[in-house]
């Protein structure tokens, strides 16, 4: 019950226990998916022996001769698992469409001569097939209705570029109108918006934080906060996947020894997770009570969170 008070500090010996409602993988299809994964990995170098002596014919860029000493552009694991194991499987994705991307559209059919290395269209269509994969959340790429109406009296009276960064055409009545209604949703005092999720978090993150700061990091945050961690020259470490015991010590350690060698505080401790999930679809558990429960003696302005694709971030 998140109304009864939290324990005593003294008396604290940890976060409550760390669950998800996670379905456990039976122990049977834990190991043939090994198997599987395993004979196709033992495929995988047979196939690729059988293209370096020419046994077999390689449809992917291959490196000039006279390259080969250069830096390879690629993992070698990560090529060996694009040509091999994603290659058989290729047909599932990347399915071009011929309609708007609504909760059903319609495909191009396609076929393969070559086991997914190249594809030929038929001509066909294939109707109304539900769409599982698209970013299309609120339905702001439909061609019909209040979304699409007000998207054409916008691109009419303000041009295609109002969605841009304001160095490019400024700050527009609409901007503001938008960051008041968001911070009206969310309750707060204000809010600001970015015309593009990948470069809010990427290149706002460095403006945060910088040498001398900490970066607490969920281990399965976006691409986007990594790359903006990265570019903020701080201090990084990573805690286990939404697991608050994990924060916690790294939160007292962090707190406690201060920075490395020198043992000076910290400048500034920022926890960046997400809200949702978006690869794993689990949500961000209570990072308050954490926040609440360690750190009440502490300065708040020494702590901040930053939280990505829900409400809140």
């Known amino acids: 019950n998140l109304k009864e008070p939290i324990p005593k500090f003294q008396h604290y010996s940890g976060i409550y226990p760390f669950v998800e409602s996670f379905e456990e993988t039976p122990l049977l299809v834990a190991v043939l998916t090994y198997i599987g994964y395993g004979i196709l990995t033992i495929f995988g170098y047979l196939r690729d022996f059988l ?27 990560e090529n060996f698992y694009t040509r091999n194991l994603y290659m ?28 997914n290395w190249t594809f030929e269209h038929t001509g066909n269509v294939l109707k109304d097939v539900i769409n599982m994969g698209s970013y299309n959340y609120l339905g702001f790429a439909e061609n019909t209705g209040t979304c699409a109406d007000a998207a054409s009296e916008c691109t009419v009276k303000y041009g295609v570029g109002v969605s841009s960064t304001r ?10 109108e938008l960051e008041k209604l968001v911070a009206r949703f969310l309750g707060v005092e204000s809010s600001m918006a970015f015309g593009m999720g990948f470069a809010t978090n990427s290149m706002n993150i460095p403006a945060l934080t910088g040498k001398g700061c900490l970066i607490l990091s969920d281990e399965l945050n976006h691409a986007s906060l990594v790359l903006g961690a990265r570019l903020s020259g701080s201090t990084i ?32 401790i920022l926890v960046l997770v997400e809200g949702i999930y978006r690869y794993s679809r689990n949500l961000f558990l209570a990072f308050s009570l954490c ?8 300065s708040r302005n020494q702590i901040f969170l930053c939280k990505a694709y829900a409400k809140g971030g």
């Open 51 to 77: 293209r370096d002596w020419k046994f077999e014919k390689c449809h992917l860029a291959r490196e000039r001769e006279e390259q080969k000493d250069f830096v390879p552009l690629y993992q070698d694991f």
């Open 88 to 115: 058989r499987i290729r047909d599932n994705w990347n399915r071009p469409i011929c309609s708007i991307p609504g909760a059903k559209m319609d495909l191009v059919e396609r076929v393969t001569p070559d086991y």
């Open 237 to 268: 470490r990573v805690f286990k996947h939404n697991n608050m015991q994990s924060l916690e010590k790294l939160l007292r350690d962090a707190i406690v020894h201060g920075q490395p060698r020198t043992h000076r505080p910290w400048k500034k």
């Open 167 to 176: 160095q490019e055409i400024g700050n527009l009545d609409k901007h503001e």
């Open 291 to 298: 926040i609440q429960h360690v750190f009440s003696h502490l």
